[in-house]
């Protein structure tokens, strides 16, 4: 249970993700153990250091270093492949592993307790620091996101990983795929998890290795990778424009706090972290971007927030994959979810659709809520005295099994957008389609950009679930912030519009796409105009925050009674200094 007094909203940011490419490691793999005939065998799996040696910064201005050391965890013979999920918020969360049996793939399911959320495998990286005269410095375990940045390390390994490119951490995620693909490495570095260590500047001796569980687990050799770590301690005054980033900081650098949905990772998204665009994502001096780190972290859940992170570097597959335009496109066949399944037409149509509308009997989506977090008491990011606002992130996702596409078309000299909603066959063909309501240009800061009207609703209800205070917005620009449950039915591992700059448009457009994937939500974070609620006359007492999906039933789904998602909060405190407690929903305490 979490109590919050009076606060300006803190504005966090995502750390700037880069995907780093592997170097090819010269490195022996580690046979599996034996296994006997006919038994389902997983991969082979090796931790290796890409480097014998790394050189890490500590800055003066907050001492302190991270071990991005470069060590890598190799798949061979098969990926590593784990799916995570929870049949519902009063479920703990359960891991499966595929293995194969006779080349066919096989789940077994881990041992109960081998992870307890969905941000990596817990304590799986060892690692020990010694100093030059061999006294040990350092001693500590970290989790490891099998998603993390990863790259091919021989030349006939698969040219793109299927799997997805980070491990969420939004509180109220379903359902999860983790994996290295064949012939591919993964950095072992926690990221934004990490915390800094204390190191004076000198040479240390680095070994990182699997903890006995996990080595027991996947058939891993007890074997270190070693790395010479050489420490130097450096000033950020006047060397930004010769490093190109600014110390890290607690509040604004790479390993930002992870307070509400901040950018844990301009983290997750490549290409893009969910950076806004326009000059009303442009940060202030005061809050300068988040600089470009290892791509080691996670970064879904960058939420629609008003600051704008680094761009994140691309990984090399991915720079192949820009470079032919005419690289294959693998597709999931009917049922399957593999990962490698594209969004159809992606960009917008150059007109408004033709013929008459119609809603044809194929594939839809489903929209549902997740219950709100991040709540806070506010002053509304204003110092007027004796208003309270209630503050709270919000998502809404898709569980499929079709994606939602909405298109804008502005005819010249009109203010709004109208929209239409388009509908697949199972090949990917447009069918059919339907007017949906209309798009309009929203010039607030954190905004600045084309939303969709009529796409979700909040409300404050009271104890007895009548409304007591709605929320002014409605209005959402669509994009894939959060991975909120990717082993769904047709989930695509892979959204291409996972931010702002690739959904909402510009003040100038004359037509828009917006698209919500299978198994993604988008999160609209509480330091936003329009997420919260004015409880200055609101008395205090129990109360409920709804997010309601599709408030109007304007959108076609395959269900309309799941739309609705309510959190329990308690309203305390006095005029001006108003408190929440936030009770757990099920097993999920998180505010």
Not at 384 to 405: C, E, H, M, R, T
Request: net charge positive.
């Amino acid at each position: 249970m979490t109590r919050r007094r009076t606060a300006r909203l803190r504005r966090t940011l995502l750390a700037g993700t880069t995907a780093v490419a592997v170097t090819a490691v010269t490195a022996g793999i580690v046979a599996a153990a034996q296994e006997p005939a006919k038994a389902a065998k997983g991969p082979e799996l090796s931790i290796v250091a890409a480097t014998s040696s790394v050189t890490l910064t500590s800055w003066k201005e907050e001492p302190g270093v991270y071990l991005d050391l470069g060590t890598y965890l190799i798949a061979e013979g098969t990926p590593l492949e784990l799916k995570v999920n929870r049949k519902s918020y009063k479920d703990p969360v359960t891991v499966t592993q595929t293995v194969y049996e006779g080349g066919k793939p096989k789940a077994k399911k881990l041992p109960t307790g081998t992870v307890k959320d969905f941000s990596g495998l817990p304590g799986f990286s060892e690692i020990t620091l010694t100093d030059k005269a061999g006294k040990k410095v350092l001693s500590r375990s970290e989790s490891f996101c099998p998603n993390n940045a990863s790259g091919r390390v021989r030349p006939d390994a698969p040219a793109t990983s299927k799997y997805p490119e980070s491990c969420p951490t939004n509180p109220f995620t379903l359902g999860s795929v983790w994996g290295v693909e064949k012939g591919w490495a993964a950095n072992t570095y926690a990221g934004s998890y990490t915390e800094p260590i204390q190191l004076p500047a000198g040479t240390y001796t680095a070994k990182v290795g699997v903890a006995k569980k996990y080595r027991d687990l996947f058939g891993i050799a007890d074997k270190a990778a070693t790395v010479k770590v050489t420490v130097v301690e450096r000033s950020g005054e006047g060397e930004e424009g010769s490093t190109g980033a600014a110390p890290r900081s607690a509040k604004t650098g790479a390993h930002a706090e992870h307070s509400g949905h901040a950018e844990h990772g301009a983290g997750h998204q490549a290409p893009n972290a969910h950076a806004g665009h326009g000059p009303g994502h442009a940060p202030t001096p005061a809050e300068a971007a988040a600089p470009v780190t290892s791509g080691a972290g996670p970064s879904y859940n960058v939420g629609h927030g008003p600051l704008k992170a680094a761009p994140p570097a691309l990984p090399w597959a991915l720079k192949k994959k820009q470079q032919s335009a005419q690289s294959p496109q693998a597709r999931d066949g009917g049922g399957q979810t593999d990962g490698s399944r594209q969004a159809p037409a992606l960009e917008p149509l150059s007109k408004r659709p033709t013929g008459t509308p119609s809603v044809p009997d194929v594939p839809k989506p489903d929209l549902r809520s997740l219950p709100a977090y991040g709540i806070t008491i506010s002053d509304g990011d204003k110092d007027i005295p004796g208003k309270d606002y209630l503050a709270f992130s919000a998502n809404v996702w898709n569980a499929g099994p079709a994606q939602l596409v909405v298109d804008g078309f502005r005819k010249p000299g009109k203010a709004k957008m109208d929209a239409f909603q388009y509908f697949y066959d199972a090949k990917g063909k447009q069918v059919g389609y339907t007017p949906t309501g209309t798009m309009e240009w929203d010039p607030r800061p954190g905004h600045v950009h084309w939303h969709f009207t009529d796409f979700a609703s909040y409300r404050l209800l009271k104890a007895d679930k009548k409304e007591a205070v709605r929320s002014g917005k409605e209005a959402f620009c669509l994009a894939n912030t959060d991975a909120i449950d990717y082993t769904v039915k047709n989930a695509n591992w892979h959204p291409y519009n996972t931010d702002l700059a690739t959904a909402c448009g510009e003040e100038n457009s004359i037509s828009v796409r917006e698209v919500l994937d299978v198994g993604s939500g988008d999160t609209y974070t509480q330091d936003l105009p329009g997420q919260s609620f004015d409880i200055t006359d609101v008395p205090n007492g129990t109360y409920y925050i709804q997010v309601l999906a599709n408030p109007a039933k304007r959108l076609k789904e395959t269900n309309l009674d799941n739309n609705s998602a309510l959190r329990k909060i308690v309203l305390g405190g006095q005029p001006g200094k108003r408190t929440v407690t936030v009770p757990a929903h099920d097993l999920v305490n998180a505010n």
